[in-house]
């Protein structure tokens, strides 16, 4: 028999070999890239979970306002021409001080008159009352004669009769001398009128009058402006309206810091001293409930000016030494993103107290994680890579 040939090896098309070699050289580019230019990522600032202090604080809804809780805005009750205005805006007056002073001649007139009916009604309450005590005399020795029959029943009723006139007409003269001393009073307090005293120890705030001008007393019904306004600059304080959502939270005692326009960058140290005991619904605006906070630092208070605004962060709750992050880093639904191996991951996370600079993390973190707190690109996102920008 004849042996069998041996099967030549089949061979490979040459469409497969070409399939093969482009495949070889993706993947060799794929890898030279990887390599040598893979991509660096997207930069991102971070913070370290750590542990600190975390204050839960409110804060309020509109700018506050520093104010004076010794505050008066004087005009005098009567009308005239100023003759003396000792002192100018920004003095320091005592109390007591004349800080106006109208011209007086009409009262000081007024007055004279009144000093002389009192000296006048005197001297004829005495006359009347010597007379009435002579009709008495007289009365008194003639009744002891009539006993004796010497004088006439006729000449005693008479006598009688005028020691009871005199004795009225002694009344009536004494009642008017009190009514004339009345007199005098009143013009003593119309002349007092004229003049314009400092109730307490304050600062000249506004002068609106200068010596020679008219000035009239507020009719009444129609305010108007005052013609000095007078205020104790120890007695400041910052009243701050508080959204109504806090106002079960709020109470006299608690901390506050206050932050002030002209101060910037100073956190100043206070306390509450005050809630007011209702909500303030005022049309088109966010109903309030009103606090007052007086600051720590007396010096200071001094230095302050009425009228300025004012920011307060009323510190409600203080926790030492718990974990906590930037608030900044916290997203929606209390999500973080934290660096891993150069790559974004989501964790969720619980929290606890929080403001607007620190949250408590009570679970889901730990010190030392990297939280990312530049969140203000749309390309940072879990999975994404990271590179962490320096400090």
Known sequence: MAEPRASSPRRVPRSVKLVVAVALLALAGWGVRALFFAPEGITVTV?????GEV???VTNSRAGTVKARRRARLSPEIGGRVVEAPYSEGDWVPAGAVVLRLDPSVQSAQERVAEREVAASQAAARQSCLQAEQARRELERNRGLAAQGIVSENLLERLESEAA????????????AERAAAALQLARTEQGRTLLRAPFDAVVAQLSAEVGEYVTPSPPGLPMPPVIDLLDPTSLYVSA?????????????LPARVSLDPFPGQELAGRVVRVAPFVLDVEQQNRTVEIEVELADPALVARLLPGTSADVEVVLEVREEV?????????AGNRVLVVEDGVLAERRVEVGLRNWDWTEVTSGLSAGDRVVTSLDREEVQPGAVVQVEAD
């Not at 006139?165 to 008017?176: I, V």
């Not at 974990?323 to 997203?331: E, G, H, N, S, V």
């Open 165 to 176: 006139t005199a004795a009225a007409a002694c009344d009536a003269a004494r009642l008017a």
């Open 55 to 57: 204050a839960e604080t």
């Open 47 to 51: 913070a370290a979970a750590e542990r």
């Open 323 to 331: 974990l906590r992050i930037p608030t900044p880093a916290l997203l």
């Open 241 to 253: 309206p508080m959204d109504e959502v806090d106002a079960a939270r709020l109470r006299p005692g």
